[in-house]
């Protein structure tokens, strides 16, 4: 039997991506969006100085909010992501291998997908949910077709091309799950600008849940 972490039970299923933050710039950013109600945080693997990032992030937030990873390609990040406190691991790709250390590490993943078959494969071989990236590719009702041929209780995130303005068509077309990336952070934006994209995403997403509980 396939071993599997649960996706949490978030307040709100948005996943904050900073891609390119540097250890500095990281703790006033993460502060912000834990205030504003952001639960999840990932830091890009391809970004300066990731894991320290990571481990400062953990300590600092660990209680408060789920640090993770993105952008992981090898199963040995992910026995370091664990031994740092991660919480959960975001792939770009379908890799049975990274999923079975993720899962092994104590931690939630949510491997990318683009087809039906890559997201059978990943969901038998133990993810938490699944991330259709790029999301833009299939758009939504490419996402909304995929859906239909997956089993019902397999939880579908969307990166890529998701936005405050994209986002309640992708939430109509099933995701739940909204990853979000260039549309709320890019290298180089300070803390007031985070806050004006991170409020406008927030909006979009409340007003898709129309006032439902917790993850809906």
Not at 75 to 104: K, Q, Y
Request: glycine share 12%; aromatic share 6%; proline share 10%.
């Amino acid at each position: 039997m396939t071993t599997r972490i649960p996706w949490p039970d978030l307040g709100r299923n948005l996943v904050a991506i900073l891609r390119g933050i540097t250890p500095d710039d990281a703790p006033g950013h993460v502060a912000a969006l834990i205030e504003l109600g952001f639960e999840a945080v990932e830091v890009p693997l391809n970004s300066p100085e990731p894991f320290t990032t990571i481990a400062d992030l953990v300590r600092r937030f660990g209680t408060d909010s789920l640090i993770g990873a993105g952008t992981v390609l090898d199963p040995a990040d992910c026995n370091r992501l664990a031994d740092l406190g991660a919480r959960f691991v975001v792939t770009p790709n379908t890799d049975p291998e990274v999923i079975r250390a993720s899962v092994g590490g104590g931690m939630i993943t949510m491997p990318g997908v683009l087809t039906p078959s890559e997201a059978l494969l990943a969901w038998r071989s133990g993810a938490s949910a699944l991330k259709v990236f790029p999301a833009s590719v299939p758009g939504p009702d490419g996402i909304a077709a995929m859906c239909a041929v997956l089993p019902p209780d397999v939880p579908v995130g969307v990166v890529g091309g998701v936005s405050d303005i994209t986002l309640p068509q992708y939430y109509a077309g099933n995701a739940r799950i909204f990853g979000m990336s260039t549309s709320l952070y890019r290298p180089g934006d300070d803390v007031a600008t985070l806050r004006n994209k991170a409020t406008r995403i927030l909006a979009a997403y409340e007003a898709c849940r129309g006032g439902g509980g917790p993850g809906t």
